[in-house]
């Protein structure tokens, strides 16, 4: 079955490194979103991708990039973690633009210290 | 800023009981608003959507109450049962951009 996978799904790390949080899904899907969770805030977008080599900021992009190289993946990095940035974090897929559903994978919660 | 407010933040509902989640927007260029449904420890997963050409959406027990005029939208849960016991997401979105504006949540405690 197609699916949306997010790999670690818990990551400890300390001030100053460099992570990156992996995601994949397998049903082709052009558009590829990460979004963070914190409490009070709801899920926030960090940066979107409509398609390979197209990349774009969200509402929280400070701090984080996102490459796309392929359809299947778009991997999130924190240059240089942050305890503001200790969150639970989700990538999403979509098909089309429009009102296509997102579908989301299982998140990663990141403990930066 | 925060385009779609929702509220309440939590809410505690006896088991057959009616659950009702409010949430209000202010950019008029939305034009969809799906509502998510969250259990812990899982992703969020599209529950029900409405358009605002049409004031309500009926899916089983969950239904869509939308007004374009006040710019309001609020999500029902009819009958409610332990097992909706979750959190939920209202949305809005611009369509053409495929960009989801998300409420702040409302964990929903159905008890029996």
């Known amino acids: 079955d197609a699916e949306i996978t997010q790999s670690p799904r818990h990551k400890i790390t300390e001030t100053g490194r460099q992570v990156t949080l992996a995601c994949h899904q397998t049903?082709?899907?052009?558009?590829m979103f990460w979004y963070r969770q914190d409490l009070g805030h709801g899920l926030r977008l960090i940066h979107y991708?409509?398609?390979?080599?197209?990349?774009n900021k969200g509402e929280v992009s400070d701090g984080y990039s996102v490459s796309r190289s392929n359809t299947e993946d778009l991997p999130l990095t924190l240059e240089s973690a942050a305890s503001s940035q200790t969150s639970v974090y989700f990538c999403?897929?979509?098909?089309?633009?429009?009102?296509?559903?997102?579908?989301f994978g299982p998140g990663t919660r990141l403990t930066v210290l | 800023q925060q385009q779609v407010k929702q509220s309440p933040q939590s809410l505690i509902v006896q088991k057959g009981g009616i659950s009702i989640i409010n949430c209000a927007y202010e950019?008029?260029?939305?034009?969809?608003f799906p509502w998510y449904q969250q259990f812990p420890g899982k992703g969020p997963a599209l529950l029900i959507a409405?358009?605002?050409?049409?004031s309500e959406k009926k899916e089983g027990r969950f239904t869509i109450s939308f007004n374009k005029s006040a710019k309001q939208f609020s999500l029902h849960i009819m009958d409610s049962q332990p097992g909706d016991s979750a959190t939920y997401f209202c949305a809005a979105v611009i369509g053409g951009y495929q960009k989801v504006t998300f409420g702040t949540g409302t964990k929903l405690q159905v008890i029996p």
């Open positions: 999403a897929s979509s098909e089309r633009r429009g009102t296509d559903t997102q579908y």
């Open positions: 049903w082709n899907h052009n558009n």
């Open positions: 409405i358009r605002p050409d049409v």
């Open positions: 950019n008029t260029a939305f034009d969809y």
């Open positions: 991708s409509y398609g390979v080599q197209d990349t």
